[in-house]
C-alpha cells in the first residue's frame, strides 16, 4: 500500500472508533447530513454518487447513495479516484463530497471529470471547511492537516500518477468564497454558497480531539450558532456549497 493509501486508511480506522465512542460526534454530524440533504434534488434522472464516503455515515440517511472511497472497506459499493471515474457520461444525478473537495491536489482536473458524469440538471454538493477569523486558530492548531491559506491552489489539468496525500483545508473558502482562480468554475454555475458558524462541531473535538463541553449543551451552542451564522467572516467554521454544469 503506498503512503498515501496508507494514510487514508489510517484516518478512516481512526473515524470509525471516534464514531462508534462520540454520540455528541454524531449528534453534530445528523445536522451536517440534513443540511446536505436539503441541496439533493431526486428529480433528476441518474444514480447519487458520494466519493470519499470515509466510514459511510451518509448512506444512513441516503440508502439509495453509491458509496465510494480510494481504498477497499466492507460498507463501500465501489473503489475508484475522484480524477477517473468508472461511470458513463451524464448518469449521475447528485455527487457528493463530504471533506473531500479540500482533499483535492488538483481541483480542476476533478471538476472536468465532474461535469463529465453529472447529467444535465445534476448537482455537485461540497460540504467543507471555512474559514474564519474564528475556525483559523482552531484548524491551524489542533487539526493535522493544513490550512493552505497562502500555498498556491494547483491549476494543473492533469494530475499524473502516483497521487501523494494532500489537504488544505482553505482551498473550499478560498475558490468560493474569495474567488481565487476564478476560472476553475468556468462551465459552472453556483446556486447555493453558505458558510455557517459550527462551534459545537469544533469544540466536539472533531474525530481526532477531546470532546470539550457536555452533550446536554449541545442545543444551546447551535442556537448560539443560527445566531452568529449571519457573520461568516468572524464566526464562520463550515460552508456548504451547490453547484450546477452549465
Not at 52 to 76: C, K, M, T, V
Request: with cysteine; hydrophobic share 45%; charged share 20%.
Amino acid at each position: 500500500m503506498n503512503s498515501s493509501l496508507s494514510q487514508h486508511q489510517h484516518e478512516i480506522e481512526r473515524n470509525q472508533r471516534a464514531w462508534e465512542n462520540k454520540p455528541l460526534l454524531r449528534q453534530i454530524y445528523a445536522d451536517f447530513y440534513a443540511r446536505i440533504l436539503k441541496l439533493v434534488d431526486r428529480s433528476v434522472t441518474g444514480r447519487i454518487l458520494e466519493i470519499g464516503s470515509g466510514i459511510g455515515n451518509l448512506r444512513a440517511l441516503l440508502p439509495e447513495a453509491i458509496s465510494s472511497d480510494l481504498f477497499p472497506n466492507p460498507w463501500l459499493d465501489l473503489v475508484c479516484d475522484g480524477y477517473e471515474l468508472p461511470l458513463r457520461d451524464r448518469t449521475v444525478s447528485n455527487l457528493i463530497l463530504f471533506d473531500v473537495f479540500h482533499h483535492l491536489h488538483a481541483p480542476r482536473v476533478f471538476l472536468k471529470e465532474a461535469r463529465r458524469v453529472l447529467a444535465i440538471d445534476g448537482r455537485l454538493i461540497l460540504f467543507e471547511p471555512y474559514i474564519s477569523c474564528a475556525s483559523f486558530a482552531a484548524y491551524g492548531l489542533f487539526h493535522h492537516e493544513k490550512v493552505g491559506w497562502n500555498l498556491e491552489i494547483n491549476d494543473a489539468e492533469v494530475l499524473p500518477r502516483p497521487r501523494d496525500y494532500y489537504a488544505a483545508q482553505g482551498n473550499a473558502t478560498r475558490i468560493f468564497f474569495r474567488s481565487e482562480n476564478p476560472s476553475l468554475l468556468d462551465g459552472w454555475s453556483i446556486f447555493h454558497a453558505e458558510p455557517f458558524a459550527a462551534f459545537s462541531y469544533l469544540l466536539s473535538g472533531g474525530f481526532s480531539k477531546a470532546t470539550l463541553y457536555p452533550a446536554f449543551l449541545l442545543p444551546l451552542l447551535q442556537r448560539m450558532e443560527r445566531l452568529l451564522s449571519p457573520w461568516p467572516k468572524c464566526f464562520g467554521a463550515r460552508c456548504l456549497i451547490g453547484l450546477r454544469p452549465k
